[in-house]
C-alpha cells in the first residue's frame, strides 16, 4: 500500500514528440501527473521478436503521486500506440521539499 505522499518517477517511452504531448497532455489534464518532461533524440536497442533492434524514441519523465500509479499506467496504455509500452515507476527518496509538496498538490502551486 502506498502513503499518499509518496511520489514517483515514472518513465515511458513513445515513437515520436507528438506521441508524448498527447500522452504527456493526457496525464497532467486529469490530474494523474503534475509534469511531464519529453526528452527527445534517445535510440532504444531492444531484443523484440527473436531478433536485436533499434528506434529512435522520445522519454517522457513523469512526476507523479504514487497513489495514482494503477490509473496512470491504465491512461498510458489505453494512449500508446505500442503493443507492449515501457512503463517503468521508481520511487522518490528525496529532493526539494516546495517542489515535492508541489507533486502532491499542483493545483495549490504558490
Known amino acids: ?7 514517483q518517477l ?3 517511452t513513445v ?3 507528438d506521441t508524448g504531448r498527447r500522452i504527456a497532455s493526457a496525464l497532467v489534464e486529469y490530474q494523474l501527473a503534475a509534469c511531464v518532461n519529453l526528452l527527445p533524440a534517445i535510440e532504444s ?3 523484440w521478436e527473436g531478433e536485436v533492434t533499434s528506434s529512435a524514441e522520445v522519454l517522457l519523465m513523469i512526476k507523479a503521486r504514487a497513489a495514482d500509479y494503477p490509473l496512470l499506467e491504465t491512461r498510458i496504455r489505453a494512449l500508446h500506440p505500442y503493443e507492449l509500452p515501457e512503463i517503468i515507476a521508481v520511487p ?4 526539494l521539499p516546495a517542489y515535492l509538496d508541489w507533486v502532491r498538490n499542483p493545483d495549490e502551486a504558490k
Do not use: H, N, Q, W
Not at 92 to 95: K, R, S
Open 1 to 7: 500500500m502506498t502513503s499518499p505522499d509518496e511520489i
Open 10 to 12: 515514472v518513465f515511458c
Open 15 to 17: 515513437p515520436d514528440a
Open 45 to 47: 536497442i531492444y531484443r
Open 92 to 95: 522518490l527518496t528525496a529532493g
